[in-house]
């Protein structure tokens, strides 16, 4: 069984700042790549940002420049350290892992998920 439990959604004013985490627990061998999806109410989930295990990152046009990915493989945790909010940053986040399980072969790789945490950036 593997956890991804997400911790840092709140409320922030218009350019404010939050930092969302996800820690993942469980039996697992290792970490692929990670990332943060977030999903509107009407709208379809997206990715925001992903890294690699190496800690190449890739981010969606909408979030350069403001959001920044980063993870602690030691911890097997993954960060999202988000600035300048806005309102149309408003979502639920959640947290995706590649993950690796198993403790013989044959291993296993599936994509596990969070439960989510709201962000919503209103004056």
């Known amino acids: 069984q593997v956890q991804l439990v997400e911790s840092g959604g709140g409320s922030v004013q218009p350019g404010g700042s939050l930092r969302l985490s996800c820690a993942a627990s469980?039996?697992?061998?290792?970490?692929?790549?990670m990332g943060w999806y977030r999903q509107a109410p009407g709208k379809l989930r997206e990715l925001v940002a992903d890294?690699?295990?190496?800690?190449?990152?890739n981010y969606a046009d909408s979030v350069k420049g403001r959001f920044t990915i980063s993870r602690d493989n030691a911890k097997n945790t993954v960060y999202l350290q988000m600035n300048s909010l806005k309102p149309e940053d408003t979502a639920a986040y959640y947290c995706?892992?590649?993950?690796?399980?198993?403790?013989?072969?044959?291993?296993?790789?599936?994509?596990?998920w969070g439960q989510g945490t709201q962000v919503t950036v209103s004056s």
């Open positions: 995706k892992g590649r993950i690796t399980t198993g403790q013989v072969m044959p291993l296993r790789t599936d994509d596990y």
């Open positions: 469980g039996s697992i061998f290792v970490i692929n790549a």
């Open positions: 890294i690699t295990r190496g800690g190449s990152t």
